[in-house]
């Protein structure tokens, strides 16, 4: 685990002691060498826990989010490099300090297995996140968006971090290896929906479930691209990998307490939906996509069902990949027209019909087409959730249906339609945007070969 | 020139979502001193607006975008709906129609569901 903690950690001193010319060219390089140093605490195998003491510790739900945050990083770096590229060469550092710094709580999130640590670098990752956000976004929103996304998150982890401290005094220990092991407790019908409640309240949050999703598309759209990017693709998976743990952990408290959160995720995923055919501005359109396919895993993860895990981790992996490109697809746009207006930035098909192709990936892969993983995961999880109970089949069925409505709307918008008549200069792509999407969609074309690395058995 | 006798008997009516057009109103052949000087000034303004725009579209040293004050006021309204919200009495039954009313509803569904699979009394 340290192998790539470390690393992680000194990412920051050689960024700001290299030369000011290399100033993302080696971020870039030495996280990409981290990727590699993080598949060895890959764990595609039946064991619990690869661990090696009592803190850190890898296992089937936290291998393939590990990977994606690994993976995200260098793609950050680059995806910033035009944007940020008149700051002056300390402010460049500080960014990509901040990243670093998100990139080293994340990796601690995921390979926690002590629950105080776990809720304290949960914590942890909202403050470089905040960073990111509110200096160096476009729009006099960022503020705005900056508070939402921070108080949001932080009022609904009191009660966590409440609950975390009353099940480590009910059961004398805080390690989730242990925890799992030690017999239920029997309380009383309150206690025990304030239990879980409380447990489940801030990750609901975080993925974000239908009614207090009112931060995503705030903080999605005032980000920079590479807070876009690590907040669609990783910051989100947070909550769903604290809900797998949770529901692991209390399995046997039974309850019905998580019914009304799943009639909420599932009529959300339907009405996000709805809501993006009707968003004018693009990252806003992608933002409130994260919602609904977010809101179709809480679901499936509630139902405690045997297929919810490897549905959730396939999704997870596959949302993170696609969302993310989708930013980036989106932050090309608004580089070249600064304009985010879905009627401002159509016909682009004619002036990059490059992009064109990538776009129409992204698409495809948004809309969940067979045979990507994105497809895997969402049959997945429709299918524990139609185990469960099957009458959910109408409301997942319409809003897989809606999502390809919208993601061909948002592909049609963007690509075709007259090009408006006040854009003179579109610069061309460039080697570095199409290895960026490259990069991107190579590992989700990967996976459909093999998406048994991420089934949890 | 129309002959506003000459419309008068043909009852051009506007239909269903388009409006009348204006040389079809016989009212717009009746119109005083006033209301055309009005018109003229509106006219005007707007020539003006498009004459701006049109030099700012074609002048060869512009690099960036034109700064559309309407589409800033547009975009905003658009992204900031929840600030302004109010709640009236549509307000409150749409919410309730789309919002409260089908997680009731669905609630309900699952957790008669549960209890008749499991025989349960729902805690």
């Keep these: ?457 | 020139m129309a002959d506003s006798s000459r419309l008068k008997g043909v009852g051009y009516k506007p239909l269903v979502g388009v409006s009348l057009p204006r040389t079809l109103d016989p009212a717009e052949y009746q119109q005083s001193e006033q209301t055309r000087q009005q018109q003229a000034e509106r006219l005007a303004i707007r020539a003006r607006l498009k004459l701006q725009y049109q030099l700012k579209l074609n002048d060869p040293h512009r690099q960036g975008l034109i700064e559309d004050p309407a589409m800033l006021r547009w975009t905003y309204a658009r992204t900031n709906v929840y600030p302004h919200f109010r709640p009236t009495l549509k307000t409150s039954i749409m919410g309730l129609l789309w919002g409260v009313g089908p997680i009731v509803f669905w609630t309900y569904v699952f957790l008669a569901r549960r209890v008749r699979e499991n025989d349960w009394i729902f805690w």
């Excluded at chain 1, 300390?90 to 297995?113: G, P, S, Y």
């Excluded at chain 1, 092991?181 to 009383?188: C, I, Y």
């Excluded at chain 1, 960026?436 to 058995?457: D, E, G, K, N």
Aim: proline content about 5%; charged content about 5%.
């Design chain 1, 1 to 457: 685990m340290l192998k790539i903690i470390v690393p992680t950690m000194m990412l920051i001193p050689s960024t700001c002691l290299t030369a000011t010319k290399n100033t993302w060219l080696s971020p870039t390089a030495y996280s990409a060498v981290i990727i590699i140093l993080g598949m060895l605490v890959l764990n595609p195998g039946d064991t619990l826990m690869n661990t090696t003491g009592l803190l850190l510790g890898s296992d089937q739900i936290s291998t393939p989010l590990l990977m994606l945050s690994c993976w995200l990083l260098p793609l950050m770096f680059m995806a910033s490099q035009s944007s940020m590229s008149h700051n002056p060469a300390q402010q460049k550092r500080l960014f990509i300090t901040a990243l670093a710094l998100l990139q080293l709580a994340l990796m601690l999130v995921f390979m926690a297995l002590d629950l105080m640590l776990f809720y304290t670098t949960f914590e942890a990752t909202l403050i470089p996140t905040l960073m990111v956000i509110a200096r160096w976004g476009s729009q006099t929103e960022r503020l705005g968006a900056g508070l939402y996304f921070l108080l949001y998150t932080i009022t609904s982890s009191m009660p966590l971090l409440i609950a975390l401290l009353w099940v480590y005094n009910m059961k004398g220990t805080a390690s989730i290896t242990l925890l799992q092991l030690l017999p239920p407790m029997t309380l009383t019908f309150w206690t025990n929906t304030l239990l879980w409640t409380s447990l489940m309240l801030a990750f609901l949050v975080k993925i974000p479930i239908y009614g207090l999703h009112l931060w995503l598309p705030k903080a999605h759209v005032e980000a920079p691209i590479a807070g876009s990017m690590v907040l669609a693709a990783i910051l989100l998976k947070l909550g769903g990998y604290g809900l797998l743990r949770i529901t692991n952990l209390l399995t046997e408290q039974t309850t019905s307490s998580y019914i009304l959160p799943l009639a909420v995720a599932l009529w959300g995923a339907l009405m996000t939906g709805m809501v993006c055919l009707r968003q004018t501005d693009l990252k806003s359109l992608i933002a409130y996509s994260s919602v609904s396919h977010m809101g179709l895993m809480t679901s499936s993860i509630l139902t405690h069902n045997q297929l919810a895990p490897s549905g959730s981790m396939i999704m997870m992996v596959a949302h993170g990949l696609t969302s993310s490109m989708l930013f980036c697809l989106a932050n090309i746009n608004y580089e070249r027209t600064h304009s985010r207006t879905l009627l401002l930035t159509q016909g682009v098909q004619l002036t990059a019909p490059a992009m064109t192709s990538w776009w129409l990936l992204a698409c495809l892969t948004n809309m969940a087409l067979p045979p990507t993983i994105n497809f895997i995961g969402e049959l997945t999880l429709m299918v524990s959730l139609f185990d469960w109970a099957d009458i959910t089949i109408f409301l997942t069925g319409l809003s897989a249906f809606i999502t390809s409505f919208y993601t061909l709307h948002m592909f049609s918008s963007t690509q075709q339609g007259t090009l408006p008549t006040h854009i003179i200069t579109m610069s061309p792509t460039q080697t570095r945007e199409h290895l960026l999407m490259t990069l991107h969609s190579a590992p989700s074309i990967a996976l459909i070969f093999m998406p048994q690395l991420m089934y949890c058995q």
